[in-house]
């Protein structure tokens, strides 16, 4: 391990001295171990929120208005994929995540989430469907929250080595004040700030946490979460990694485990928004789990890879987060253990509000882009080795 982090301090070392010169000369960027180039994929996307491949190699990229959108052979198709839900398009409302299922190669079966009208608010939901020639077919809602409110909708999925689906659930900016022991996100009986866990048809694993529990909702498998942006199975590990947004300060990196509760509101760094004055009871406290990473100031964490891809094998097991209001990709380097952050740098900076960050078929770190106001399209770009 210490040999790694030598070699990884040295060689960043050496390459930042360059680079306050380079990039302001060319498109060449450095970073620990590589020069990278940054290429646009596809442009003309209206708010991008996630990328996912197909077998075939198409990338589907959701559009947070709800638009289901193709790039086949580095071209946007005109047309969206039809028969996507009717999604509540207002403030952090819209079409969400999409991923495949594990197989998808069989079965043809995808994922989206979204936010949906509930009444007079919104929730968030799951909906399930086969993709065939750029349609959805047998499509249905597998999962709609109990929880509504304003914003901080949550929305990311994953699958996990088992084929348990996760969804990640924010507290709806419920107001951190008053008992905090006793907000929204401190109680089971609802699904405000929490991970939940299902089965691939929407149904309830027998074997999640609170499973038979009093007051608290079976699907649940953490709590304590604020506005989960990101979401990723470390491939070497099989732990969950997770990045939300603190209010004012205090994004958090967090590793999620069943049954923890994660301290929002109750312990954190942030505080409150233009006042600045103190949310938290304190950073830390019993029963209440801690990051392993956090951003004072605030990055506005989402979307998140960890790196497998031959194209920059020194980053294999790295975390990768993007910025919205850090504008930036934050490139979190593991011990050999997989299970700490030694170091962070600073990646893509100053190309916008990054969204989502996958790793690509072909090995390369693909970046979703997008304009906060959806005035302006935007790209999909991806980073490249300079060599």
Sequence with gaps: MLARISCLLGSAGLLLSLSLTANA??????ASNYAYRIE?????????????????????VTEKPGRLRVIRDG????????????????????????????DFATNQILYLSYSKALGDNSTT?????RLDNDRLLNVEEIFAANANGASHYGGRLAFDDAGYLFLSLGDRQAPPSGDLENHPAQDNSNHHGVMIRLND???????NPFVGQANALPEIWSSGHRSPQGLAFHPETGALWETEHGPQGGDELNIIEAGKNYGWPVIGRGVNYGLGNPIHETIMQDGMEQP?????PSIATSGLMIYTGDKFPAWHGDIFAGGLGGMQLAHLILNDDFDAVVREETLAYGLGRIRDVRQGPDGY????????????PTAIVRLVPAN
């Design 365 to 376: 770190i693909y970046l979703a882009v997008e304009d906060r106001s959806a005035d302006v």
């Design 292 to 296: 392993k990473h956090f951003w004072v």
């Design 75 to 102: 071209n946007l198709l005109p047309n969206a994929i039809t028969s996507t839900p009717e999604v509540f398009y207002e403030g952090q409302g819209g079409l969400f995540d999409v991923v495949l299922h594990p």
């Design 201 to 207: 048809d929407g149904s309830v694993p027998a074997d």
């Design 40 to 60: 646009t994929v596809a442009d003309g996307l209206i708010q991008p929120w996630s990328m996912a491949w197909l077998p075939n190699g198409d990338m589907l």
């Design 25 to 30: 000369q060319s498109d060449v960027y450095f």
């Design 125 to 129: 939901a799951i909906l399930r469907a």
